[in-house]
């Protein structure tokens, strides 16, 4: 089984701190995306990669960036962490942009 | 932008009630996904329809695509307990996969 795993499930953060959050699947996926998660407002896409290197703008960029420096690994960067950037932050892969998504078990994030 | 509503946002049932959760798109889907999320987990792949028209059966759930490719369904026969969880329907748009913002199933027993 495709695993993705995040290296953190919880986290606590401070105003103006910068966060990485860190991503790793085990199966070779070329895709990676990176969906924050709120209730009443599902699944929202940050960024995704299909490509080492390359990098998309998903529907809520803005405070964040990303990194994919290696094909297992997509991180995940908020460069000045925010109050309204609390949330459950989900990683996901698929191994073609029209397959089902793997998701790791998410990191809950939560500035203060 | 694309957008996938997905309906009903709840829906309570007693164990051994049917349940249904309905998702459209404004605009044609290349495929449409499903996934389950059980309380405190992550979203778990459960299938992908393709063809217009298509319909998939796993057990006591059965998923619908409709003919024009923007509208789905999810049905479970006869709920059981461990059905419960939000069940999300995800919209291809070519190279984008978009969520609907799920339905919360609970099941009293």
């Known amino acids: 089984d495709v695993k993705v795993t995040q290296s953190s499930r919880y986290l606590v953060k401070r105003t103006g701190e910068k966060v990485f959050l860190e991503c790793v699947q085990d199966?070779?996926?070329?895709?990676m995306f990176w969906y924050r998660q709120d209730p009443g407002l599902g699944l929202r896409l940050i960024y995704f990669?299909?490509?080492?290197?390359?990098?998309e703008k998903g529907d809520i960029p803005e405070g964040y960036s990303v990194s994919r420096e290696k094909k297992e690994r997509f991180s995940l960067i908020l460069e000045s962490a925010s109050t309204n950037q609390t949330s459950m932050y989900l990683c996901?892969?698929?191994?073609?942009?029209?397959?089902?998504?793997?998701f790791g078990s998410g990191t809950r994030l939560t500035v203060v | 932008g694309q957008q996938v509503m997905q309906i009903p946002q709840y829906q309570h049932v007693q164990e051994g009630e049917d349940f249904t959760t309905y998702c459209n798109s404004s605009?044609?889907?290349?495929?449409i996904q499903w996934y389950k999320q059980r309380p405190g987990g992550h979203p778990v792949f459960l299938i992908q329809?393709?063809?217009?028209?298509e319909v998939k059966k796993q057990k006591r759930l059965t998923f619908q695509f409709g003919e024009a490719k923007k509208n789905s369904s999810l049905h479970i026969t006869a709920t059981q307990t461990t059905d419960v969880g939000t069940y999300f329907c995800?919209?291809?748009?070519?190279?984008?996969?978009?969520f609907g913002a799920g339905t919360i199933l609970r099941v009293k027993s």
């Open positions: 329809l393709v063809k217009s028209g």
């Open positions: 199966m070779d996926h070329e895709n």
């Open positions: 990669s299909y490509d080492v290197k390359m990098k």
């Open positions: 996901a892969s698929s191994l073609g942009l029209g397959d089902g998504y793997t």
């Open positions: 605009t044609t889907l290349s495929n």
């Open positions: 995800a919209g291809n748009y070519g190279n984008k996969l978009v």
